[in-house]
């Protein structure tokens, strides 16, 4: 069975500093890739996606995120923090052959920015 | 922009009340669906919808039924409603063909007392 996993349940990073978050699948077919972000109170926004062709995928707000094959891993990156980016963050996996198989999503890491 | 719109932002019922949320999208997308997000468990699908009239269990089902009547509508129903039950409901939609990306409400937070 398809899964996702996020390893980090909290990460506090520095305002101007660089992020990664993590995520880990598990997937049999050729996988789909997401990374949504929610703000306290709202629903998920839509940071980037990964289908096919470049391994580095650009999304908003400044974010990339790396797919790679190898590892079974597709983790968010920014270089520098800013204090809006708290929030939480969801990785999601989907499949290009199954079909309308909904999404599976991690447990979600939530980020916290110090000043 | 397109558009999720959940009917209620914050809702409180009482135990045994039965509770309709709903969820209406404007992009003409075919797919819905109902997730459930609670502290520490990430986002877990109740059901979804293909198509009108259509709907398919996803992981926690129990004490939920759904309703798609039309294409843009997709209701979601607690037949009786319980505290367990209290949790923020987001709903989504996507079209089959733009990959699976799906676009979220802002959340239903309901609180059964």
């Known amino acids: 069975a398809q899964s996702v996993t996020q390893p980090d349940i909290h990460i506090t990073v520095s305002e101007g500093a660089s992020l990664e978050l993590r995520c880990n699948y598990s997937?049999?077919?050729?996988?789909?890739l997401f990374w949504y972000v929610q703000s306290p109170g709202q629903g998920l926004q839509l940071l980037l996606k990964?289908?096919?062709?470049?391994?580095l995928v650009q999304g908003i707000k400044g974010f990339e995120a790396e797919f790679k094959r190898s590892q079974s891993s597709f983790n968010l990156r920014k270089p520098s923090v800013h204090w809006s980016d708290a929030a939480e963050y969801f990785c999601?996996?989907?499949?290009?052959?199954?079909?309308?198989?909904?999404?599976?999503f991690g447990k979600g890491t939530r980020l916290s920015v110090i000043a | 922009d397109v558009k999720v719109t959940q009917s209620s932002r914050y809702l409180v019922k009482r135990t045994g009340e039965k509770v309709f949320l709903e969820c209406v999208q404007d992009?003409?997308?075919?797919?819905m669906f109902w997730y459930r997000q609670d502290p520490g468990l990430g986002l877990r699908l109740i059901y979804f919808?293909?198509?009108?009239?259509?709907?398919e269990k996803g992981d926690i089902p129990e004490g939920y039924s759904v309703s798609r009547e039309k294409k843009e509508r997709f209701s979601l129903i607690l037949e009786s409603a319980s505290t367990n039950q209290t949790s923020m409901y987001l709903c989504?939609?996507?079209?089959?063909?733009?990959?699976?990306?799906?676009?979220f409400g802002s959340g239903t937070r309901l609180t059964v007392v």
């Open positions: 997937y049999g077919a050729t996988p789909y």
């Open positions: 992009m003409d997308h075919e797919n």
């Open positions: 989504a939609s996507s079209s089959t063909g733009d990959g699976k990306s799906y676009t």
């Open positions: 990964y289908f096919s062709g470049d391994t």
């Open positions: 999601a996996v989907g499949s290009l052959n199954s079909g309308n198989t909904p999404l599976v």
């Open positions: 919808s293909y198509d009108v009239k259509m709907k």
